[in-house]
């Protein structure tokens, strides 16, 4: 079993910067995949960025690539995305999630079976 806790949302203007984490709460030790992923009113849950098992590399949507980076904190078990220059087409809510040992590539929503509750990014002018 996986549990899963974001934090570090709010409100800041256009060029800002905020810094997700997500709690990682495992039953046992196991090897996941884990992104973050966002979603808009009205719109999909989008990939975001994610990262593989042992955070030997990392892929990024276009829209947030240069922009974002993402990062476990194996000591911590703590994933982090770091949102700098932040727009207001990046205002969502946005969510940490857990998948499989391997993830087809671009990661879609149902690939993850273990999600964190979200927490709102609201950017503006």
């Known amino acids: 079993q996986v549990q899963l806790m974001e934090s570090g949302g709010g409100s800041v203007q256009t060029g800002g910067s905020l810094r997700l984490s997500c709690a990682l709460t495992?039953?046992?030790?196991?090897?996941?995949?884990l992104a973050w992923f966002r979603q808009a009113p009205g719109k999909e849950r989008d990939w975001v960025a994610v990262?593989?098992?042992?955070?030997?590399?990392?892929h990024y949507a276009d829209s947030v690539k240069g922009r974002f980076t993402v990062s476990h904190d194996k000591a911590k078990n703590t994933l982090v995305l770091q949102m700098n220059l932040l727009e207001t087409v990046d205002t969502a809510l946005y969510y940490c999630?857990?998948?499989?040992?391997?993830?087809?590539?671009?990661?879609?929503?149902?690939?993850?079976?273990?999600w964190g509750q979200g927490t709102q990014v609201t950017v503006s002018a």
């Open positions: 999630a857990a998948g499989p040992l391997w993830v087809p590539h671009p990661p879609r929503p149902e690939f993850f079976h273990y």
């Open positions: 495992m039953s046992s030790p196991t090897m996941l995949t």
């Open positions: 990262i593989s098992p042992g955070g030997a590399s990392t």
